[in-house]
C-alpha cells in the first residue's frame, strides 16, 4: 500500500508542472502576439514617417559620408550635380575566380551612378553586355587580387572603365560593391 500512495503523489506533482508550462509558453505566445500587434500600429507609422522624410535629406548631402566629396573641397555645385544622378544596380553578380579551379566563388552586387536618367534606356537595352563586361573584370582577378583591401579602387575603377565601354565616357559617376561575397 506504501507502493500505491507514492504513485499518485508523483502523479499529483506532474499535473501543476505542465499547467504551468503550458500558462507560461501561452502567456509567452500572448506578449509575443500583443507586442507584435502594438508595434505594428503604433511604432511602425511613425518609425516610417520619419524614415520617409529622412531619406531625401541622406541624399542630398551627398549618400554614405562624404565619399563621393573626393575629388573636390566642399563645392556645392559639385554636390548638386552628382545627387542628381541615378544608382542603377546589376545584382547577382557570380564568377570564378582567376586560378581558382571552380573550388572558389565571389557574389557581387555591383551598383554605379550615373549623371542623370537619360541611360536609363540603355542600360535596359544592353544590360548583358554590362553584365558580361563586369563578370570579364571579375574573372579575370585572383582570390587574392579580390581580397586585398588595398586593390579595390584599382578594381573599381576597372568596372566603371567596363561599364563606361558600354554607355560612353564619362557617363558613370561612382561605383558602389554593396554586396561583395568570397567564398
Do not use: C, W
Request: no cysteine; hydrophobic share 40%.
Amino acid at each position: 500500500m506504501a507502493e500505491e500512495d507514492v504513485t499518485p503523489e508523483g502523479a499529483q506533482e506532474e499535473k501543476p508542472k505542465k499547467k504551468g508550462k503550458i500558462f507560461l509558453i501561452l502567456g509567452l505566445l500572448i506578449g509575443l502576439g500583443g507586442g507584435g500587434v502594438a508595434g505594428a500600429y503604433f511604432l511602425a507609422p511613425v518609425i516610417g514617417e520619419r524614415l520617409a522624410t529622412s531619406q531625401p535629406t541622406g541624399e542630398e548631402d551627398g549618400g554614405h559620408g562624404g565619399e563621393e566629396g573626393e575629388g573636390g573641397g566642399g563645392g556645392g555645385e559639385q554636390g548638386e550635380e552628382e545627387s542628381a544622378g541615378v544608382v542603377h544596380l546589376v545584382d547577382n553578380l557570380v564568377v570564378n575566380p582567376a586560378g581558382s579551379n571552380g573550388s572558389r566563388f565571389l557574389l557581387a552586387n555591383v551598383a554605379f551612378e550615373t549623371r542623370d536618367a537619360s541611360y536609363d534606356d540603355v542600360i535596359t537595352a544592353r544590360d548583358f553586355q554590362i553584365r558580361d563586361g563586369l563578370l570579364r573584370v571579375l574573372g579575370m582577378k585572383t582570390v587574392a587580387e579580390l581580397t586585398d583591401y588595398s586593390l579595390r579602387e584599382a578594381l573599381v575603377l576597372e568596372l566603371e572603365a567596363a561599364i563606361e565601354k558600354v554607355l560612353g565616357e564619362d557617363s558613370v559617376i561612382h561605383i558602389y560593391l554593396p554586396q561583395y561575397v568570397i567564398q
